[in-house]
């Protein structure tokens, strides 16, 4: 109570009463928390009160606020908060989670954390595990999770025992938004251009009704199902062609006027049977185009040495049209009891994502001849997660206790994935059809679920002075996941048939379109039978961890244990032309312990230290025998049922100076040894062809310095402030003595990373310049063709992806109390995206020189949005 001793104090999720007497010499009440700002509230004097209650819920939200949790933390953590996510005018949480230091992202959606590839990051939404949107490996993409959904979003960078083990890179948590502060409802939309791709013209295969919301109504769908084997001449055989399939294939033109988005959101706060309750339901929305013409896309093998040139693979120059469509929901309950020591909570979230995509790609070929080709491509990929959770405090604060059971679901739909290629390989001079091979049709489906249920507790015992807090709880997660896929290829009698005479140099969407070109004696399907391309499988997980809090006076020590039984079950095929299903376990009990030390000099100056064992394994598509064709990567992309989890042991060190309000510089130190690494790597094989893989290599270090910074600029001008994160890692493979292999950084590895961005708040108005830059990328292993020891060496180059620099600007304004408008822009430099090999040629006369080779390349477009939001 303002002008009084009178203090009360409540705990981050609780609420608390505080009752004085009518007498007492006081008008206003003052709440506040460390790190946020102070808020007075007047109250009149009217009438003589018995007693006065002040309640209220802390908010967590703020920039200010999680630097102190920051601060607070038993582990080594970055976070980003819902109002510097208002700051950035960030989409999803894929463009969000890039301005945390130490963390980049591939392809606008799969996060690197210090140097580490997605499949070292482990991802958790709202306390519970959440399914891999890949099929190839372990990866949430978040950019299907709207940046509107997000309270905030953590990284912990240090392994705890209360954690999961399987993560070195980064833990990612994500919490979505909670009880609301006050009723409302907000409804915002927003157009946006780029200039690759907005009025300008655009081509997609035709679509179903519902693209627009993100998934297909089954008109790409194998229709009617199509259960039996299609790999037989004959009537029936062409029937199936002709009724149960879509056979348009024609690429469509059209003019997009511009990206759309728009989002809705519902905010109450209510009594529910006389119990404090909160409701917060949004809706978000938006459908894009991204052009991107005269795109190289290269493949390259060994070098030529004896003719000192490059050895072209494939070169081509691709036009790629994609249309993306994002529909999101989340829908969440709270309920706190009367004395706000208990809270209930009920989270769902639901996203949809659909990518239309059309390539059209000419070259030529190894052999020199030239080709074109061209796919039709659409996938819809679901998320839905479902948590129940509760946290219940006993009065004395002293024992906590928390739970969470979870559902969550990951689908990946793949319908109708239509290819088709003509090339001048009969050296005629006109490109046409050579073999049925050359014309290709595929549906996957993936599908993942997870259920979970976690219960950990706390206790505080008081010896004295002396008051550590002991810690222990359960996990149990069990996982399963099933591949399907079907891919038929179209085929001609080469003897005899009935189709024009010049029907392999017709236009492809011509001639497949049309149904009188169907049939036995004419164009028929067949399907390639490879039940090794099919899997499914299921994982148990169980967990244990006991942990002590044990303050020290200044130095606070967090010291842990946890074990962890994983049971991996792989279910595949043995043979490709019949079901020979069997059954491969992957199992492990393995024990993590983990230590952080914390030594606070001061309010102001802390040090940490942590060391912790972490595990990574692999995934189910990483064991399995399947091979896939990627029409990007033009190459097969195969499983290595050899593989073996790779343990990580992490030492971190950092300094941190919390100088003002808001205010942070931290410089940390941190070093990871990998013993098995498993890497993506890609060989030729058939002189011509490149295949991607999995592998271990025996083993691996990673060292980096991380250095972060948040001030305040008000002596320069008041309302400015900066902040700035910035990465130096550097990375070493490990091989065999006597190795051929090349020394090179891990794969997935940047040498640095740059965040930095200035902030200006003045009245209603809100501008934001930022920077992004990262190093040298490592995204392909070249392997080593030769026997180890031998002169005879050759080597495929590795992939790199080049540094590009990056800037955005958002101006947000409140016009008036209910609108509010925000302009944005983003890559205002539109640098070309470079994919580069460095190939080593030395020569016969001793010289050498390294030659540049560019894999791919594009400019990603200037971004232009402009937004408008109106709260009720």
Not at 130 to 154: G, H, N, Y
Not at 768 to 786: E, M, P
Request: glycine share 8%.
């Amino acid at each position: 109570m303002a002008g009084t001793s009178l203090i009360a104090f409540c705990s981050i999720h609780a609420q608390s009463s505080l009752r004085i007497n009518a007498q007492a010499p006081a008008d206003s009440a003052a709440t506040s928390f460390v790190g946020d700002s102070t808020k007075t509230s007047r109250m009149q004097q009217t009438q003589q009160l018995g007693e006065v209650t002040v309640t209220g819920i802390v908010r967590k939200n703020s920039e200010e606020g999680r630097v102190k949790e920051s601060q607070k933390s038993q582990v080594t953590e970055n976070s980003v908060s819902s109002e510097e996510i208002s700051k950035t005018q960030d989409n999803n949480a894929g463009e969000v989670i890039r301005r945390i230091p130490g963390v980049s992202i591939i392809d606008g959606q799969f996060v690197m954390v210090r140097g580490l590839s997605q499949r070292y990051n482990n991802v958790w939404i709202n306390g519970a595990a959440v399914p891999s949107m890949e099929p190839d490996t372990r990866a949430f993409s978040f950019d299907i999770l709207p940046s509107s959904q997000i309270d905030k979003l953590t990284i912990i960078k240090t392994p705890s025992a209360e954690y999961p083990a399987d993560y070195s890179g980064g833990f990612i948590i994500v919490d979505t938004k909670e009880i609301p502060i006050s009723n409302s409802f907000k409804i915002s939309l927003g157009y946006g251009v780029n200039d690759q791709s907005a009025f300008h013209t655009f081509l997609q295969g035709k679509g179903s009704a519902t693209d627009w919301l993100g998934f297909d109504n089954g008109l790409r769908s194998l229709r009617h199902g199509i259960h039996t084997t299609l790999n037989t001449i004959g009537d029936n055989g062409v029937n199936l062609t002709n009724n149960h399939f879509n056979n348009d294939w024609y690429a469509r033109s059209s003019t997009p006027w511009g990206n759309l988005k728009g989002s809705l959101e519902w905010a109450r706060h209510f009594h529910l049977f006389g119990l404090r309750s909160g409701m917060l339901a949004t809706v978000n929305y938006s459908n894009e185009y991204t052009t991107y013409t005269d795109m190289q896309n290269n493949l390259f093998g060994v070098y030529d040495i004896d003719n000192d040139r490059k050895n072209y693979l494939r070169k081509s120059v691709d036009d790629q049209y994609n249309h993306n469509v994002r529909l999101g929901a989340m829908l969440n309950f709270t309920i706190l009891s009367h004395s706000g020591y208990n809270k209930y909570q009920w989270k769902n979230i639901f996203n949809q994502y659909g990518k239309s995509r059309y390539i059209w790609r000419e070259g030529v070929s190894a052999q020199n001849n030239l080709e074109n080709s061209a796919e039709l491509y659409y996938r819809s990929r679901t998320t839905f997660a479902t948590q129940f959770t509760g946290k219940h405090n006993l009065q004395d604060d002293n024992t906590v206790f928390e739970w969470n059971a979870g559902y969550a679901y990951a689908g990946a739909n793949l319908p109708d994935r239509r290819r088709w290629k003509v090339d001048d390989a009969l050296e005629t001079g006109v490109l046409q059809l050579t073999t049925g091979n050359d014309v290709t049709r595929e549906w996957t489906d993936l599908d993942e679920h997870i259920f979970s249920l976690n219960g950990h507790g706390q206790h505080t015992f008081t010896f004295g002075k002396f008051r550590p807090t002991v810690r222990a709880g359960v996990y149990g997660e069990y996982r399963t996941r099933e591949y399907d896929t079907r891919s038929f290829i179209y085929n001609w009698n080469m003897a005899s048939n009935t189709l024009p005479s010049d029907f392999r140099k017709m236009s492809m969407s011509a001639l497949l379109s049309n149904a009188e070109y169907y049939g036995a004696d004419k164009l028929y399907m067949i399907e390639q039978v490879r039940w090794r391309n099919n899997y499914r499988g299921h994982n148990t997980l169980g967990a244990a961890f006991v942990a002590a809090d044990l303050p020290f006076g200044k130095l606070n020590a967090y010291v842990g244990l946890r074990f962890e039984y994983n049971d991996m079950a792989l279910i595949s095929n043995t043979r490709d032309y019949e079901r020979s299903e069997s059954t491969r376990h992957y199992r492990g009990n393995d024990l993590f312990p983990s230590a952080n030390l914390v030594y606070r000099f001061n309010n102001i100056h802390q040090l940490r230290f942590a060391y912790g064992r972490t595990i990574n394994r692999p995934e189910f598509r990483e064991l399995s025998s399947m091979v896939f064709y990627d029409f990007d990567l033009a190459s097969d992309v195969q499983g290595n049922t050899e593989l073996k989890d790779c343990f990580i042991d992490n030492l971190d060190l950092r300094y941190e100076i919390y100088p003002g309000r808001g205010e942070m510089i931290t410089l940390a130190a941190f070093y990871k040894h990998f013993t098995n690494p498993i890497e993506w790597i890609y060989t030729v094989t058939g002189g011509t062809d490149l295949v991607y893989s999995f592998q271990n290599a025996r083993g691996a270090y990673s060292l980096g310095l991380e250095l972060d910074i948040k001030k305040r600029l008000d002596f320069l001008l008041r309302g400015l402030s900066w902040s700035f994160n910035g990465a130096l890692i550097k990375s070493h493979v490990e091989f065999p003595a006597g190795s051929n292999e090349d020394d090179r950084p891990m794969q997935g590895q940047s040498p640095y990373l740059i965040n930095t961005g200035f902030f200006y708040h003045i009245g209603n108005t809100d501008i934001a310049l930022l920077y992004n830059r990262i190093g040298k990328r490592l995204v392909g292993v070249g392997r080593t063709q030769g026997a180890t020891g031998s002169e005879d060496v050759a080597r495929v180059p590795s992939s790199y992806e080049m540094p590009h620099d990056r800037i955005d600007v958002s101006i947000a304004t409140q016009l008036t109390r209910h609108w509010k408008l925000t302009l944005s822009a983003r890559d205002l430099l539109n640098q070309t995206i470079y994919y580069k090999q460095f190939a080593d040629a030395t020569y016969s006369d001793g010289t050498s020189r390294t030659i540049t080779e560019i894999d791919r390349s594009y400019k990603p477009g200037h971004e232009f949005s402009l937004s408008a939001s109106y709260t009720f």
